[in-house]
């Protein structure tokens, strides 16, 4: 570990001005995130739960061909429309939240 830590200093020492905020930037690229798609939400009494089983059907409260919503670590950072790709289901991303509403979300 010393070893890295060492030839992170060293880059960092010789960098331009410019790229310092880059090399920032790169410590953090590598932190995972967790991504939600969010199809839709409702509430249910407890007892309605325990009578689920298979083949129930849970009603919820988005209409059919609404847009989804995107979670990055439980924060909106976009919104899209549901795609399926090679037999796998995808979200096409149709607004993107911007930096200052995402900013707006935290306090």
Not at 43 to 59: A, P, W, Y
Not at 77 to 92: E, P
């Amino acid at each position: 570990m010393s070893d890295t830590t060492s030839t992170d200093t060293s880059i960092a020492a010789t960098a331009k001005p410019t790229d310092a905020g880059q090399n920032n930037l790169d410590f953090i690229l590598d932190i995972p995130l967790e991504i939600t798609v969010e199809l839709g939400r409702t509430r249910m009494m407890v007892n309605e739960l325990l009578k689920l089983g298979q083949g129930s059907v849970i009603e919820l409260g988005k209409v059919a061909g609404e847009t989804l919503e995107i979670l990055a670590n439980n924060r909106l950072i976009a919104r899209g429309d549901v795609v399926v790709i090679n037999d796998k289901y995808g979200i096409r991303l149709t607004e993107v939240i911007s930096p200052a509403e995402r900013v707006e979300q935290l306090g």
